[in-house]
């Protein structure tokens, strides 16, 4: 008998050097080695060729059909090769340096053949062979990750003794949720992961785990959100309804049922007690501002201060001329304070910031700077979520008495990342684009075309509209065989000379150079825009309505998507034109989805089916935990029962006194969670 807590080298034949090998595989207890799982099963079922894909690994049982024959290949190397029978196919089996098999392998013989198969010609590569029809063989082998560093057949036997000796592993789904899902117990679970019967029981197994996993991560979640709603207490905004009612008359438009949607679920956060921690994710041009500004009305409407934060200048910019053009009728005082403001207006508006004469202070992170300081700070936006760094919106929540903070973001994020990722976070989404908005007709070409691009480009500008044409780097490089932006403006210069104006915008410029170009963009005084990815984000000229990017195949599906968003964002038919030639399979179908849609959470689902929950955020960033079992991707169903299975649990009270869910606070309490801590 053993102990889950006890030493691996308490099992039979682990000796010191071994114990090493699995201490680099961080396995030191047998605990450990239980629950270090398969990456894979090797499948030695039966199949029929006929249904084998090329390159697949098959076992067959066969019955030899010739005497083999052996070439020699070298010292010690030789290649021998039978023709077998299986069933209806008459095929050639070959092993590579196994002379022995020639005295065994004589017609008639009944063999169990595992390996390769070559379908085009029809042979195949033997790994393994046994003699006799198959009848005690397993049909599934474990494998694990080893490095190379211990025999997979000596770790399972390893493996064998531990589960058979461990007389301490811990059930940690209640029988409650365990026969609501049926589920496999602890035991049976662990047995199908590493031995299992058939392949019924291996799937079992992995339903299982993945729904525990999925579990235990969402109860981290849930419980965290739940101590911190408890313990955060934040304002409560007591806006005046009718007067949001009158400034939502007042707009050009009426809200779409989305955004209608959304104000009320930010209005309701800011008149609850709790402090608000709410995402909202919009897809371009889904009208996410003026939802922001109906949120710090109702703050100012409350007598607070509201802030939003931009990522970049030009985007506060935009952000005022947009809210003082629908505030300032009404005499709410809305401020601009960035990187530029010189010295002595930045005093003055400091001073009247803190005496409550700015009701609205729109910025880039010089809103973070310690000398700002706030009369009455209520509510906060900040634009952009994956632009400002945790720090920076912990510095600006501590700017007033516990302000409500609502971060955007016009990055659609799959659901499924979404309740992970951000799953502490309360989530809005607006999924619906204003009416009338035409779809972007976007067309993916080759280079050669260009010249059909630019007519098309310059009809566009006869007709009064005007273009953006996007290029990946600024300057040439040797190495990559880029476009570069200033080549292309060049060009285009050349090209429209005489009858219109091309600008050029890359990330070298000084901000006000930048500005100044966006500024003559947006008046209509420079036709074309080539620029770098600069204008990526929130950029807002209704009536460019073409956008050429060079070398799309470097940019990923959300970037592209941010980018085309730039056109189609007011009345007339907008055109997006990729000019790529990408290689790989993936970049064809990048290329391929954004032809095929405008809807960038469909987009964003294609992106992290194409790359991975990882790469999506960027590695670092993306908090994602790692499962043993679970898929974020293919698993999302059970995730989303785990996650409702989770929020019901946190708030019953028998969670948190029964004995039977004691495992699963036990693991709560590990983790850290209980204490408030941060998940990750
Ligand atoms: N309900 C509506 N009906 C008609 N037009 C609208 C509506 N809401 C917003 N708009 C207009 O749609 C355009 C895009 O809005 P906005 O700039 O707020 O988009 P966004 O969500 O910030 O998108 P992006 O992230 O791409 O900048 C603006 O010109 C805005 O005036």
New binding site residues.
């Given amino acids: 008998m053993t102990s889950c807590t006890e030493s691996v080298t308490a099992l039979k034949g682990i000796g010191k050097e071994t114990a090493e090998h699995l201490q680099s595989l961080h396995i030191e207890t047998i605990g450990d080695l239980i629950w270090t799982f398969p990456y894979r099963h090797e499948d030695f079922r039966l199949k029929d060729l006929t249904e084998t894909p090329h390159n697949e690994r098959v076992t067959i049982e066969a019955t030899v059909e010739s005497m083999p024959s052996v070439i020699f290949l070298g010292k010690n190397k030789q290649r021998l090769t039978v023709a077998v029978r299986a069933g209806r196919h008459l095929v050639k089996a070959v092993f590579f340096n196994q002379g022995y098999l020639r005295q065994r392998l004589l017609p008639g013989t009944i063999v169990t053949v595992t390996g390769k198969w070559d379908r085009g010609r029809q042979v195949i590569v033997g790994s393994s062979v046994t003699f006799g029809p198959k009848t005690e063989q397993v049909d599934f082998e474990p494998m694990y990750s080893l490095r190379g560093l211990i025999q997979q057949k000596r770790f399972r036997k390893y493996m064998r003794q531990a589960l058979d000796t461990a007389v301490d592993v811990e059930e940690t789904l209640p029988e409650n949720i365990r026969s609501d899902y049926q589920l496999l117990d602890i035991q049976e679970a662990l047995e199908g992961v590493h031995f299992p019967k058939d392949a019924a029981h291996a799937k079992q197994a992995r339903r299982r785990f993945v729904y525990e996993e999925l579990l235990e991560f969402q109860l981290r979640i849930q419980a965290l959100r739940k101590s911190r709603k408890e313990a955060e207490r934040g304002l409560e905004i007591a806006y005046d309804i009718d007067s949001l009612r009158a400034f939502i008359q007042t707009l050009p438009?009426?809200?779409?049922s989305a955004?209608k949607r959304v104000v009320n679920e930010i209005c309701k956060d800011l008149k609850l007690p709790q402090r608000m921690n709410r995402l909202l994710q919009?897809d371009?041009?889904?009208?996410?501002?003026?939802v922001a500004a109906i949120g710090l009305y109702a703050a100012v409407t409350a007598g607070y201060q509201g802030a939003l934060m931009a990522p970049t200048e030009i985007l506060a910019e935009q952000h005022v001329q947009s809210l003082q053009a629908w505030f300032e009728p009404i005499g709410v005082r809305v401020a601009i304070l960035s990187g530029s403001t010189k010295t002595k207006a930045r005093r003055i508006l400091l001073a009247q910031l803190a005496e409550g004469e700015i009701d609205i202070l729109i910025g880039t992170h010089a809103l973070i700077q310690p000398d700002v300081t706030f009369h009455k700070l209520g509510f906060v936006i900040t634009d952009e979520q994956h632009r400002f760094g945790v720090e920076q919106r912990r510095i600006l929540r501590d700017k007033g008495e516990h302000p409500d903070v609502l971060f955007m973001t016009?990055t659609p994020i799959p659901r499924t990342l979404a309740i992970t990722a951000f799953g502490e976070m309360d989530v809005s989404i607006?999924d619906e684009l204003?009416?009338?908005r035409k779809e972007i007709e976007t067309h993916w070409m080759k280079e050669e075309q260009l010249g059909a691009v630019l007519s098309k480009m310059q009809a566009e500008l006869a007709n009064g509209r005007q273009a953006y044409v996007i290029c990946p780097l600024i300057e040439e490089s040797d190495k990559l065989d880029v476009q570069n932006a200033v080549d292309a403006y060049n060009h285009l210069t050349a090209y429209f000379a005489g009858r219109f104006t091309v600008g050029l915008m890359h990330g070298r410029l000084h901000p006000t150079e930048k500005d100044e170009i966006m500024r003559a963009f947006s008046n209509g005084e420079i036709h074309v825009l080539v620029s770098t990815t600069v204008v990526e984000?929130?950029?807002?000229v209704?009536n460019a309505t073409f956008m050429t990017i060079y070398d799309a195949e470097r940019f990923g599906l959300a970037q592209l998507h941010q980018l085309r968003?730039r056109v189609g964002?007011?009345e007339h038919q907008s055109y997006c034109v990729l000019i790529a030639d990408p290689k790989s399979d993936e970049g064809q179908e990048r290329m391929r989805s954004m032809t095929e849609t405008n809807d960038g959470f469909k987009l964003a689902e294609k992106d992290l089916e194409l790359r991975g929950p990882g790469d999506f955020f960027g590695r670092k960033q993306s908090g994602l935990p790692e499962f043993k079992m679970a898929d974020l991707i293919h698993d999302y169903r059970a995730l989303d029962v785990a996650r409702r299975d989770a929020e019901r649990l946190v708030h019953s009270e028998e969670f948190w006194v029964k004995e039977e869910y004691e495992p699963l606070r036990n693991k709560l309490e590990v983790a850290g969670v209980l204490q408030g801590e941060r998940i990750d």
Avoid: W
Avoid at 253 to 256: I, R
Avoid at 285 to 290: E, I, L, M, P, Y
């Fill in positions: 438009y009426e809200l779409t955004q919009g371009v041009g889904s009208g996410k501002t003026v016009a607006i204003p009416a009338g984000v929130g950029v807002n209704p968003g964002r007011g």
